[in-house]
């Protein structure tokens, strides 16, 4: 039987990745600060770069609000280094992302088209926004590449929600 997807206000237990650089990256669990937790196709997904792009360019505001910036994705460590070494991105990079995590976090699982394309089975994309005491605000998973949050709009979203103090919604 499957694992049922995750729900809005449900606490996310810790989830750690290996980080590019060294380290880990953990997600879940109390923080200190709110975090925007992104998981990309990986290295072969051109959509996510220009979407990790916009992203790279928003930090400050988002660090302005009171968020960490967590991303990651299935690839291996040197995937990871390929892309931050093409494209110099400021946040964490995790990597390493397996599927047990994939199916805890409910995101869709996408086998390759071909070798070319990537040699592993990879997450499609979801967006995670974390309260600090663990609980997840906001699951906004994708089946498909095209269809991810728009960042500024989001960030504008959880500025109001953090000030109004909102809950989760969509929890029925």
Not at 31 to 40: A, D, G, M, S
Request: charged residues 25%.
């Amino acid at each position: 039987m499957p694992t049922p997807k995750p729900v809005a206000g449900q606490i996310l237990a810790p989830m750690s990745f290996p980080k590019h650089g060294g380290g880990e990256i953990t997600v879940g669990g109390p923080k200190e600060n709110w975090t925007l937790f992104i998981v990309y196709r990986g290295k072969h997904c051109p959509r996510c770069k220009k979407y990790l792009n916009i992203l790279n360019g928003m930090r400050g505001q988002w660090a302005d609000a009171g968020f960490d910036i967590a991303v990651v994705s299935a690839d291996t460590a040197e995937k990871a280094a390929a892309d931050m070494g093409e494209f110099r991105w400021g946040f964490d990079l995790g990597y390493g992302l397996t599927e047990t995590q994939m199916e805890t976090l409910g995101l869709y699982v996408t086998e390759p088209l071909s070798g070319a394309e990537t040699d592993r089975r990879f997450a499609e994309p979801g967006t995670f926004v974390i309260r600090p005491d663990g609980s997840m605000l906001l699951i906004a998973i994708s089946n498909g590449p095209s269809a991810r949050p728009e960042l500024s709009e989001l960030l504008d979203g959880m500025i109001f929600t953090k000030e109004n103090d909102r809950p989760p919604r969509g929890t029925v």
